[in-house]
């Protein structure tokens, strides 16, 4: 996040999910609550938090901030992603898929939500193993942040545009 200053107030946030999470000890039951929160901008920024507190509206907060901690950068092109990308976190595998331009964002849950938070509009995506909406998102978050387009490449191989094209 060096090269540009990224304005909060432009982050747009959306609720994953909260669950009530229940401690039993030889005494009594302590209840919490847990949120998960993905922020961006729409425009190639994304990031998530996770929240615990005893009250769902501070836990909800707590993700937020956390989410903006966590923003990492997303390369775009076409309203899609520049190539196919795999990733794995935990039990979770995630694969995502460019689409041609109209077909919509094909996902389901938490992983539908950090490609529409990250700004892509065309993108066929699937979950396999595990569905816990935690590792689907660090999952996505990876595969996401693993992208290159070809200005990237071409950068790091010291070449131009058209030399990574031609070969």
Do not use: W
Not at 31 to 42: L, T
Not at 135 to 154: E, F, P
């Amino acid at each position: 996040m060096s090269d540009k200053k990224i304005k909060y107030t432009e982050l747009k946030e959306k609720l994953v999910g909260v669950t009530r999470v229940c401690k039993v000890t030889k005494g009594r039951r302590y209840f919490s609550f847990s949120a998960i929160v993905i922020k961006g901008n729409e425009n190639g920024i994304v990031g998530y938090g996770f929240g615990k507190s005893k009250e769902a509206p501070d836990a909800i907060h707590k993700a937020g901030e956390q989410a903006k901690r966590n923003l990492c950068k997303v390369c775009i092109s076409n309203g899609t992603i520049p190539h196919e990308q795999e990733a794995k976190y935990g039990g979770a595998h995630v694969l995502i898929k460019p689409a041609s331009d109209g077909t919509g964002i094909i996902a389901g849950g938490p992983l539908r939500a950090v490609l529409e938070a990250a700004g892509l509009r065309n993108a066929l995506s699937k979950s396999k193993g595990s569905s816990n909406h935690h590792n689907v998102i660090k999952a996505t978050i990876r595969a996401l942040s693993n992208m290159r387009d070809v200005y990237i490449i071409a950068k790091q191989r010291g070449i131009t545009i058209k030399e990574v094209y031609d070969g």
